[in-house]
Each structure stands twice: as structure tokens, then as C-alpha cells.
């Protein structure tokens, strides 16, 4: 990391991927600028950074729906580290519920956090980037950017829209022909503590659904984006299996979701009458890298490109058509 990047932002650093991210940079030598809503999850977290080798560590305890305190943070952290070389867009907030039964400053809120926060983060970045015309925003998706699931259509169409706010800041600065990179990692279910803390409306406690990775894996792959700059990475088998299957079969995807999606993301544990959660405040002992579902989690997934995984996904199309193509050839069949 000290060959390339060296200050870097992260925002929803304080639990979870953002947590691991931060932590892999750390054992670069990285400068870190920390951004969550939790004080004393933040300065928790700064002293271990320091301890696994951060050069320096500042955070600020400020809420990414705030777009003037994200820009504020911005500015001290550049004041204080120097340049910044890279700003990571994680922070999220999900709710488990079908829509009508969400009220409406729930579905707000989640838009608020999980996709608008994203664009405050790009926003203070660029402010401070284009005048120097480089640097590197990524920002983190999801699968589930591509094909949205039962109980959690705030969380999805978030994901949806970072995926187009994206695409278009990137020709933005194309046109500009600036030095200003900008890349989305799709992710897969993640082993984070989002499933012991976000708000559900079920009677079941939320898991994820499909494939489970431990959040290193995330973590891995937005430092592999770090150093390579790609438009989009697709990370995990279920990843690309979802997003082409929904290319390919979505009526399939839809029929076959909803008959399994609401129960894939329930355990057998019933909610607690006590349960809190964290869509309005933040729940500071639950702050930490990894969720409760381990042992079903996987440490190592494939990281591909965007790019080739269509490219594999149209040649496998024409491969299979061709295939079908030659077995129906009445010359292979003996006619004349």
C-alpha cells in the first residue's frame, strides 16, 4: 500500500466490512480517516488500527445522511492525513419487512443511510480530489444491486441506485478525462453483525440468505480494487450466479424467490419482545468485524471483473446455443 495509495476514508467503518476494510489497510501502513455514527466504537476501533500498524487515525462520529458533516469530516481528515488517495462508501442500514408492513420513515431512512450516504461520500470526495484530478472512489454494492429480494426492497432499491449513481459519476469524470477513478464491489451475503442489529418486522430473527462469506473476503476485495482501479468486481460464486440468473431467467428468479427468499432469511429463533435495533441509534456492543453465523461462513470467494464475468456469461450462452444448434442440425441427424 505505501507504493500507491496511503490516506484512506472509510465510512460504515465500524462494524462489519467497513471494519475489515479498515483493518486490511491498517496492516499497509495506511493513514485512516474512520466514519461512523458510534464515538466509542470509533475510538475503540482506532486503537487497534494503530496497534496492526496504521501510520495515523482520525474518525469522525457523524451520521453519512448528514451531508454537511460528511464534507466537514472530509476536510479535517485532509487537514490532518494529507491528501486523500481513496474513499470507501460502506455505511448501511437494512430493514426486514415486506413493504406494507414498513411505514414510510423506516423505508426513508434506510434510502437516507444506505444509498444517500454514498452519494454525500462521492460528493465531499470529489471536492477534494478534482481539484488535483486523481484519487479513487469505490463504493460498496451488492448482488442484490441487480436482483432485488423479498423483505428488503429499501435495502435493495438502495443498492439499485448506487449502482446508477455510479455508472453515471463515472462518465462523468470520463468526460472530464480526469485521473479520478471510480469502482462498485458487488457483493454476496455477508457474515457482518447487521443480522443481530437491524430492525425486523418478522417473527423470526433475520439471517443471511445463500452463501456466506466472512467479511474479510469484502475486505480483500476492496483492496484488490485499491490497487488495480476496476470498473466493478463481482465477488463470490452466488454473486455471479445471481446477478446471471436475473440477467437471463428473471421471471424464474421471481417465481423461484418468492417461494424461497422470506423463509431463507428467517432462523427458527423467535424475535425477543426486547430486541433493539439500529436504525435510528447505534448499539455500541455490537460493534465488531464478524456476525454469529461463522461456522457457515466461507473465507475465500472469487473476485472477478464486471467485464469478464459478461464476457463469460455471452460466451456460455453461445456455447450452449451452438450446442443445441448442432443437435438439431438435420445434417448431424443423417438428412439430407
Known amino acids: 500500500m505505501r507504493n500507491s495509495a496511503k490516506v484512506v476514508v472509510i465510512t460504515g467503518a465500524a462494524a462489519g466490512v467497513g471494519r475489515a476494510c479498515a483493518i486490511r489497510f491498517a496492516r499497509e501502513g495506511a493513514a485512516l480517516g474512520l466514519i461512523a455514527r458510534d464515538r466509542d466504537a470509533l475510538e475503540e476501533l482506532s486503537a487497534e488500527l494503530v496497534r496492526s500498524g496504521a501510520e495515523a487515525v482520525e474518525y469522525a462520529a457523524i451520521d453519512v445522511s448528514d451531508a454537511e458533516a460528511v464534507e466537514d469530516a472530509a476536510r479535517r481528515f485532509e487537514l490532518v492525513l494529507g491528501p486523500v488517495d481513496i474513499w470507501l462508501n460502506d455505511a448501511m442500514l437494512t430493514v426486514f419487512s415486506p413493504v406494507h408492513a414498513m411505514g414510510a420513515a423506516e423505508f426513508r431512512r434506510v434510502t437516507e443511510v444506505t444509498y444517500l450516504g454514498v452519494v454525500h461520500g462521492a460528493m465531499a470526495a470529489l471536492k477534494l480530489m478534482r481539484p488535483r484530478g486523481q484519487g479513487h472512489i469505490i463504493n460498496i454494492g451488492s448482488a442484490l444491486a441487480y ?33 479520478i477513478a471510480v469502482s462498485i464491489i458487488e457483493l454476496p451475503a455477508m457474515n457482518t453483525p447487521q443480522f443481530d442489529w437491524a430492525r425486523t418486522h418478522m417473527p423470526r430473527e433475520p439471517k443471511p440468505m445463500g452463501t456466506i462469506y466472512q467479511p474479510e473476503v469484502a475486505a480483500e476485495a476492496v483492496f484488490k480494487a485499491a490497487r488495480y482501479r476496476p470498473r466493478e468486481y463481482w465477488v463470490g460464486l452466488s454473486t455471479v450466479l445471481t446477478i446471471a440468473g436475473n440477467m437471463i431467467f428473471p421471471g424464474f428468479m421471481d417465481f423461484y424467490l418468492a ?52 464476457l463469460g456469461i455471452v460466451a456460455a450462452g453461445a456455447l450452449a446455443f451452438y450446442l443445441v444448434g448442432r443437435f438439431f442440425s438435420p445434417s448431424d441427424r443423417g438428412c439430407p
Not at 429499501?154 to 470520463?174: P, V
Not at 457457515?296 to 459478461?310: E, F, P, T, V
Open 147 to 179: 436482483r432485488g429480494i423479498p423483505l428488503q426492497a429499501a435495502y435493495c432499491g438502495a443498492k439499485h441506485a448506487i449502482r446508477g449513481f455510479t455508472a453515471s459519476l463515472r462518465t462523468e469524470l470520463e468526460e472530464e478525462d480526469s485521473g
Open 259 to 310: 417461494r424461497t427468499a422470506v423463509e431463507g432469511q428467517e432462523t427458527g429463533k423467535k424475535v425477543a419482545a426486547d430486541r433493539r435495533d439500529n436504525l435510528e441509534q447505534p448499539i455500541t456492543e455490537l460493534h465488531r468485524t464478524r456476525g454469529r453465523f461463522g461456522t457457515q461462513s466461507k473465507s475465500r470467494a472469487m473476485i472477478l471483473s464486471g467485464g469478464r464475468a459478461r
